[in-house]
């Protein structure tokens, strides 16, 4: 009989949003009214509910858990193994939670004129199922694979049903992420061999680890640059950010959410894995330029952004500002900067994805995505303007919402590493506080526009699916601490198989401090 701690929490968390996607293209084409949105929520609510029981029974010094394991392909060592640690279950809950509030908020973007209604849901249901295998993936090949998998949905999802250029920016997505994706095929095929003069073929993370700590500098510093570039595209920094802001310009909100929220956390989830965790000695070489090309993301999104009359690609900006904040935290190689740079994944995924969503709801009221054509919303939709308002000061890390936690321990952890590195972030700050303060002032406050003057506040519908993300924003903001404690010894074990060290006097320097010198008072 199997028990509970037998059962495949994984496998099942992935199975299910797939066989959900597989009953909606079952439906007709003109199902009965709001069923395709009905049986999709529902299906990602009991996903929700099988990884909240997963967080429930997760221990948070027990090392990589709900782990499964079989055979895939032999010839080339590549297994179906899945397990979480910290990191990865922080992310797969990101996404379980996200799904819901998207299906909610999304609940009339499948429009029947382009697409059926029933494949826009279980588009958002098959990208879901790939999210939580690429997070919870230990075997090399099976992350290439579902990694070179999730550019699907999203890519339907752009081109389906995104605005009047979404084909271009469809395809603009797409080729970016082949190029990365070829790129980093060039490193797994790597990683094949050298397991192969090791002995056997292998993908397992584990076995791989302790492969790649006896493959020679050059190699390994090869391999390494073949998954950063990857990486990088995915997350996106700069120089190779410039998909993002068309791609959110033409998506629909919800669209936006599940690639900027999640997807996009592939890339720095990636680099902390499989950078960090393959490649130690390539991860500490890079470091300078890595740090560098972060700090010039944190400056340069921040400064575009301020100039962006679209609020989607405002949002977009702000998104490769915070993603050069976290990398700055993976890469200034302390626990403080880690722990912040995984716990701002998954602020940022919230804060962003409300970001986004109460826009749509604006922009879709409105009819216009550009800021200069509002004026005055706050006084007739107040409760629009309210949510916007708390959304907006998240992203710009106000103290008290969830964010700031995550922003504060990662310039902790740049200034313990290097004061220059946290110096030129913190001008990010000031320039978040500029372009989320001017936009609101531009939008919600002043004179009525006659153009808004009737417009609807939210429905119950929509407050309801922003109600979660609201809720975990503010919660977080001033509990971090249980999602800290799952964090942290995921963070110990990652910085502690790099070698690296926190910087600051140990026990041993202190006590030697405190004896008296030769000569000195007793």
């Given at each position: 009989m199997t028990t509970v701690n037998d059962f495949p929490f994984l496998t099942a968390a992935i199975l299910l949003p797939l066989l959900g996607a597989a009953v909606l293209m079952g439906l007709p084409r003109r199902s009965g009214r709001d069923l395709p949105q009905v049986v999709a929520l529902g299906v990602s609510l009991v996903t929700l509910a099988l990884t909240a029981v997963m967080a429930v029974r997760f221990d948070p010094g027990g090392g990589f858990q709900f782990n499964e394991q079989h055979t895939?392909?032999?010839?080339?060592?590549?297994?179906?193994?899945?397990?979480?640690?910290?990191?990865?279950?922080?992310?797969?809950m990101l996404t379980t939670i996200l799904t819901p509030a998207v299906i909610g908020a999304s609940w009339r973007d499948g429009d029947p004129g382009r697409w059926s209604t029933n494949s826009?849901?279980?588009?958002?249901?098959?990208?879901?199922?790939?999210a939580i295998g690429v997070f919870a993936a230990t075997d090399v090949f099976l992350f290439y694979v579902l990694f070179e998998a999730t550019l699907l949905p999203i890519y339907f999802l752009i081109g389906g049903f995104g605005g009047a250029r979404r084909s271009y920016a469809a395809i603009k997505f797409l080729l970016y992420s082949l190029l990365g994706g070829l790129v980093m095929l060039a490193s797994v095929i790597g990683l094949y061999v050298e397991s192969s003069r090791a002995g056997a073929p292998?993908?397992?993370?584990?076995?791989?680890?302790?492969?790649?700590?006896?493959?020679?500098?050059?190699t390994g510093r090869w391999l390494f640059v073949g998954f950063f570039i990857a990486f990088a595209i995915k997350a996106p920094m700069v120089p190779v950010h410039t998909?993002?802001?068309?791609?959110?310009?033409?998506?629909?909100?919800?669209?936006?959410?599940?690639l900027v929220s999640i997807l996009d956390k592939i890339g720095t989830f990636g680099m902390i894995r499989f950078c960090l965790g393959l490649f130690p000695e390539a991860s500490t070489w890079a470091t300078p330029v890595v740090l560098v090309l972060a700090v010039v993301s944190v400056l340069y999104g921040g400064l575009v952004a301020i100039a962006q009359d679209s609020i989607p690609r405002l949002i977009a900006y702000t998104s490769v500002s915070h993603f050069g904040f976290i990398v700055l935290?993976?890469?200034?190689?302390?626990?403080?900067?880690?722990?912040?740079?995984?716990?701002?994944?998954?602020?940022?995924?919230?804060?962003?994805?409300?970001?986004f969503l109460v826009s749509g709801f604006l922009i879709?009221?409105?009819g216009s995505r550009y800021i200069s054509d509002f004026g005055g919303v706050q006084k007739v939709a107040p409760v629009l303007a309210g949510i916007l308002l708390v959304a907006g000061l998240s992203s710009l890390s106000l103290p008290g919402l969830s964010p700031f936690v995550s922003e504060f321990l990662v310039m902790l952890g740049a200034f313990l590493h290097h004061y220059l590195y946290a110096v030129f972030a913190v001008f990010g700050i000031v320039l978040s506080a500029l372009y989320i303060l001017l936009m609101y002032q531009r939008t919600m406050t002043g004179p009525v526009r006659p153009e808004v003057e009737g417009m609807r506040d939210l429905g119950f519908r929509e407050v309801a699916s922003l109600a979660p993300l609201l809720a975990l924003v503010v919660a977080l903001g001033f509990f971090p601490g249980p999602l800290l404690d799952v964090i942290e010894p995921a963070v110990a074990s990652t910085l502690e198989h790099v070698g690296a060290e926190d910087p600051g006097p140990t026990i041993e320097d202190a006590a030697a401090d405190a004896e008296p010198t030769e000569g000195g008072d007793e």
């Open positions: 895939w392909i032999a010839a080339f060592g590549a297994h179906y193994a899945v397990g979480v640690d910290g990191i990865g279950l922080t992310l797969v826009f849901f279980a588009w958002v249901l098959v990208l879901e199922a790939l292998t993908y397992l993370l584990s076995e791989l680890s302790e492969i790649m700590a006896d493959v020679d500098t050059a998909w993002l802001p068309d791609v959110a310009d033409e998506a629909t909100p919800g669209t936006s959410v599940l935290g993976i890469f200034v190689l302390n626990s403080q900067g880690q722990t912040g740079s995984t716990l701002y994944m998954f602020n940022h995924g919230l804060s962003t994805g409300l970001l879709a009221r409105r």
